[in-house]
């Protein structure tokens, strides 16, 4: 078993880790893709416990005062599915299988991400060809406690096991028959024993599919945030809770009062303790008239409907912008500001928000009210479910966002193999790795073209990455890697070990960025002075303005692959010849080389210059600098 502790980084690695650890070469080792359909659910040999919930007290309160009344008691799980632990895992595996769609992209929890309250941080979603939805998709938290049994925001779906399969069905969502679905579905190998446990059989049908995503859907319930408890400690809603700021209950107390008595009055809508709405869709004034999206109107038929939706839980609301139905606010504060004084005079808009003579409700509250509100809504935030395995994506889907590459001290860069013991080169494994939290439990192994497969060295594994050195005597061509957690294969994928030009950097290193690095300052007393003007970055982490004649600026430049002998290393800046005062390994990073090139004083004032790096008189793809 391998074992691992973090190497210290100084605090310019840990700025850009994820620039760093995989910097482009004009010719890497290759990339890393996994289709959907190669990757397997990780999943505990025993299942998770999804069914035996400890409640707070609050969720059960019949007839309490308002803004409480017993969750528990409106729960919609029908007779014909109720929860079980296999019946979920069966759901939490289909609800992020990217095989459920038409190309293998898209799954459920793409649009609905955990860490974002199981809402999209976008405004709309893509779909499996690229397309844009026309409505935000919604947060999951407590959809168990919706009264109306009733799915999307115009409320189409009867229950939740009618709105599982019909994104799947979408053209723009999954797109996906039924047909297509179940043979998709009774075609992967994993499903066998996951449909037998939560339904008896193997058997693959769309109801039964539908019923396990719908259980899926059903256990996420947000009831462990610094609201609840709060609410633990007092006997009424409306008490100052003791674990509260003061910010944070003004902002309660405004949530709860009506406004004749200076309050919002939130509390209307987002009623009971799921702050769930109990009285159908609604429309709150986002437009004067609503042509633009006739809302539950649509499927209703009924005009007074007209630009009105359903919406979701409060639950978990701080972490699901944009907001509305269409995505058109950015931030919390733009909706409450929306409240205060934007809401429009629909025809149809709700009486609720209509004040004095039926004109739209203006709360007119002030900045630090504003501000209180906000606060409060940031209580109902369950970190727990946000970070708990239960919910999380079970496929280790691991993508190489690049490959890092390496010059042999003595080889030809052209027929470079892997290295030379010295030289070795790394790559990053990068995608939802909830469970890569203890590097002992995780392997690495490549094989080779040959057929030797041999462990890779980790020197870096957290839940979302996990970077490794390719054996040194791996030999050119196609390899396969696979990664193994606590002894099971969790994921497998291609990886292809090239030749090597002495290009050491790409303009555009990762695809995205340039190649990290920043400058140093060296005062009169031979001290370095590391000025956040050199540290300031936009792109790839180099400096953004180089001011030589400040004094001697060396420019220190990280990466792979740069360690070719002092000697062999020349570099322009502008033109202007400039020394590498360094050229080795990077004495804290394990894996990772630095040159350092000392900027002539004369390129002050030059404006944007290219840094040309030579290996053995190759010259790498040059790299802007700003003077």
Same mark, same amino acid.
């Given at each position: ?87 979920? #895992? ?35 979603? #893509? ?20 009264? %109306? ?42 499903? =066998? ?18 019923? %396990? ?44 009062? =009506? ?87 629909? =025809? ?10 039926? #004109? ?141 030009? =002495? ?12 190649? %990290? ?26 400096? %953004? ?26 570099? #322009? ?55």
């Amino acid at each position: 078993m391998l074992t691992f502790q973090p190497l210290p980084r100084p605090q310019f690695l840990r700025r850009c880790r994820d620039r760093f650890t995989y910097l482009g070469i004009a010719v890497a080792l290759g990339s890393l893709t996994l289709a959907a359909q190669n990757a397997v659910p990780a999943l505990p040999s025993t299942p998770y416990n999804y069914t035996i919930i400890q409640y707070p007290a609050h969720f059960a309160l019949p007839g309490a005062p308002p803004g409480t009344g017993s969750v528990v008691l409106i729960d919609d799980t029908p007779a014909t599915n109720p929860n079980t632990d296999a019946g979920t #895992t069966l759901g939490r595996v289909l609800f992020y299988d990217k095989n459920l769609s038409k190309t293998q992209t898209v799954a459920c929890g793409s649009c609905h991400v955990q860490s974002h309250g199981f809402s999209d941080p976008n405004r709309f979603s #893509t779909g499996f060809a690229g397309g844009k939805g026309t409505r935000h998709a919604p947060g999951l938290s407590n959809v168990r406690f919706n009264p %109306a049994g009733h799915a999307f925001w115009d409320e189409r779906a009867g229950s939740l096991e009618i709105q599982a399969l019909l994104p799947i069905q979408d053209a723009v969502e999954m797109g996906l028959t039924l047909t297509e679905l179940v043979q998709r579905v009774g075609s992967l190998s994993y499903y =066998p024993a996951l449909f037998q446990a939560a339904f008896g059989d193997t058997s693959v049908t769309s109801d039964r599919i539908a019923k %396990a995503i719908a259980q899926f859907d059903r256990s996420i319930i947000s009831y462990q945030s610094k609201y609840d408890v709060g609410r633990a400690q007092v006997t009424d809603p409306g008490i100052p809770f003791p674990n509260f700021t003061t910010q944070e209950n003004r902002g309660k107390q405004l949530f709860l009062t =009506p406004p004749p008595q200076g309050g919002a009055n939130c509390i209307a809508c987002h009623r009971g303790e799921a702050f769930l709405n109990d009285q159908g869709p609604i429309n709150n004034g986002l437009n004067a008239s609503s042509t633009a999206d006739p809302g539950a109107s649509a499927i209703s038929g009924n005009a007074a409907q007209l630009g009105a939706f359903r919406f979701p839980s409060l639950r978990d609301i701080a972490m699901r912008a944009p907001y509305m139905h269409d995505g058109r606010f950015a931030t919390l504060e733009d909706v409450v500001d929306f409240y205060d004084h934007g809401v429009q005079n629909n =025809p149809n808009l709700d009486q609720r928000l209509r004040g004095p003579g039926g #004109t739209p409700l203006r709360l007119n509250l002030n900045q630090s009210d504003k501000a209180a509100l906000v606060a409060f809504l940031g209580t109902l935030t369950d970190t727990q479910l946000l970070s708990d395995p239960r919910f999380s994506d079970p496929f280790l889907a691991l993508l190489s966002k690049s490959a890092a590459s390496l010059v042999a001290g003595q080889a030809s860069p052209d027929s470079i193999v892997a290295g030379t013991g010295q030289n070795l080169a790394s790559t990053t494994l990068s995608g939802p790795l909830p469970l890569l939290t203890a590097l002992g439990g995780v392997q690495v192994l490549v094989k080779d073209s040959s057929g030797a497969e041999r462990a890779a060295a980790l020197y870096y594994v957290s839940p979302t990455q996990i970077n490794y050195v390719v054996p040194h005597d791996a030999a050119l061509g196609q390899a396969a890697v696979t990664v193994v957690l606590n002894g099971n294969i969790v994921s497998q994928g291609p990886l292809l070990i090239t030749g090597l030009s =002495p290009a050491i950097f790409t303009a555009n290193g990762d695809g995205a960025g340039v190649p %990290a690095a920043y400058a140093v300052s060296v005062d009169s007393a031979g001290q370095q002075v590391y000025s956040p003007t050199y540290r300031t970055s936009t792109q790839g982490y180099l400096p %953004a303005s180089i001011n030589a004649a400040k004094g001697d600026v060396i420019l220190e430049l990280y990466g792979t692959g740069l360690r070719n002998g002092i000697g062999q290393i020349t570099a #322009t800046i502008g033109g202007i010849p400039a020394t590498v005062v360094y050229a080795g390994a990077h004495s804290i990073y394990a894996g990772m080389d630095q040159i350092n090139v000392r900027v002539p004083a004369a390129c002050s004032g030059y404006g944007t210059q290219q840094l040309v790096l030579k290996v053995s008189g190759s010259s790498s793809n040059p790299v802007d600098l700003s003077f």
